[in-house]
């Protein structure tokens, strides 16, 4: 494979993160899934669906495809969804069953959850120089039960391209043709024009280099073996330096895991804290900045349609990586209230000390992108 043509577009879903387009099946089926780096499995809703996320995209059909395969418990690829099963399933189910299709069940910090069937399938892609990219025997989920108990999935949701560090995620099945497991991409803020679209590219040809490059190393977070973790330090608001942790002798209390398939960024309630405190100085006060909080969420918010443009911000990671923010993308537009704005680096109380990295400060960075591979994670203009 060329890697001219390692490189893929990805469009944007303005309220739930960036769509990755491929087909699968023979004849193909036209897939958008959900780019998560916060996750490994690849999986698109089925048809006969006993529950699905409402889409106005059709499903896919695997009695129509002459390419699709269900994998069986007693095949290797079932050993890789041990730990992802659906709280229905009886711990010893391929067990007793080996010759049954192999299951698997996952639910994702938004509350929305999908089951099915592992299966094999050819998986079609067009790539930005127009060539098509033919993937045979794929693993992915096919799903035949999906909820969205927080109403997080919007009409064109029909599932997730897992591209974390584990055996099953997209990024580990495509390294074989492309020369590695590395990739980096380029996203564009959550609400630029569907008409520009991000970027991704795989494999060789995905490093990022020249002027203006930073890097971070990545670290391994304990209980999240798949996952993308990096150090932060903390975060300049104005010419204040705001530390992520007082604890500084401890890492693991900076650690923040790269999440696309996030649109927020989460932290801990202590930097949280110490950043409103900090931006609430700094703002207009006629933009009546205030703390929202609903179940599991505490943002700060402004009663206001007014998007500030002060004061600048960067982000700061361990090895000196320093990403500026732009401020007036750093304010989203609530959903439900077209007067309110709330700042895109929130507290969700979940109980785990590991901080997310999502999308919107991802997609801030606009003429940069993330290099994700075996060693290090750059960020380059």
């Not at 529950?51 to 690829?77: A, G, L």
């Amino acid at each position: 494979m060329d890697p001219n043509e390692h490189e893929f577009l990805l469009t944007t879903d303005p309220g739930n993160g960036h769509n990755f387009k491929f087909s699968i099946g023979t004849p193909p089926s036209e897939i958008y899934a959900i780019a998560d780096t916060g996750s490994t499995l690849i999986w698109t809703q089925c048809k006969p669906c006993k529950t699905n996320f409402k889409t106005k995209r059709p499903m896919f059909d695997p009695s129509k495809s002459s390419t699709y395969r269900n994998i069986t418990c007693r095949e290797k690829e079932c050993r890789f969804v041990d730990d992802m099963k659906s709280v229905d399933d009886s711990p010893d189910f391929c067990t007793k069953n080996p010759a049954r299709s192999c299951p698997y069940g996952v639910t994702y910090a938004g509350a929305t959850s999908t089951e099915g069937v592992l299966a094999k399938e050819t998986f079609t892609l067009t790539s930005t120089t127009s060539k098509t990219v033919t993937l045979k025997d794929v693993v992915f989920g096919c799903g035949d039960f999906q909820e969205d108990r927080d109403g997080s999935t919007t009409d064109y949701d029909m599932g997730v391209v897992g591209l974390g560090r584990g055996p099953l995620s997209f990024v580990s099945q495509i390294a074989p043709y492309v020369g590695g497991n590395k990739f980096s991409h380029c996203l564009v803020p959550l609400d630029t024009d569907p008409k520009i679209q991000s970027k991704i590219n795989f494999g060789n040809g995905s490093e990022v280099t020249g002027e203006g490059v930073v890097s971070t190393p990545l670290v391994k977070l304990e209980s999240y073996k798949y996952n993308y973790g990096v150090v932060a330090q903390g975060i300049t608001i104005g010419d204040k330096f705001v530390p992520y942790s007082l604890n500084v002798t401890s890492p693991n209390k900076q650690h923040m895991m790269v999440d696309s398939g996030s649109t927020f960024t989460l932290v801990p309630y202590e930097f949280f804290d110490r950043i409103t405190t900090e931006l609430k100085k700094r703002l207009d006060p006629k933009l009546k900045p205030f703390i929202a909080k609903d179940a599991k969420n505490t943002a700060l918010c402004l009663n206001s349609t007014t998007v500030p443009k002060e004061p600048k911000m960067t982000f700061h990671f361990n090895g000196g990586g320093k990403l500026p923010l732009v401020t007036e993308k750093m304010f989203i537009k609530d959903e439900e209230n077209e007067n309110k704005l709330c700042f895109g680096i929130m507290h969700f109380d979940d109980g785990c000390n590991v901080g997310v990295y999502g999308a919107v400060m991802q997609g801030n960075i606009t003429t940069k992108k993330w290099f994700l591979g075996d060693e290090k994670k750059k960020t380059g203009r």
